[in-house]
């Protein structure tokens, strides 16, 4: 799962304001919930904040801000 993680950060910083990803969950390469907490941590080392959400066949990732 590091690199889909690594594939949704870079996707991220390239997202506008109120946008969000849609990541197939066939495409994830592991569960969704091992992928969010990989994410979860990734953020957090990088100090960003994000939202998850899920419904039968996306992951939906946007961008909430930065801690200070």
């Known amino acids: ?10 996707d991220l ?3 506008k304001e109120g946008a969000a990803l849609r990541v197939p ?3 994830l390469g592991n569960t969704k919930e091992n992928v969010r907490s990989a994410l979860n941590r990734a953020t957090r080392s990088a100090k960003r904040i994000v939202a998850t959400a899920t419904d039968e066949d996306y992951l939906y990732v946007w961008n909430v801000g930065k801690l200070a």
């Open 1 to 10: 799962h590091k690199k889909i993680v690594s594939l949704i950060l870079r």
């Open 13 to 15: 910083d390239q997202l």
């Open 25 to 27: 969950l066939a495409e």
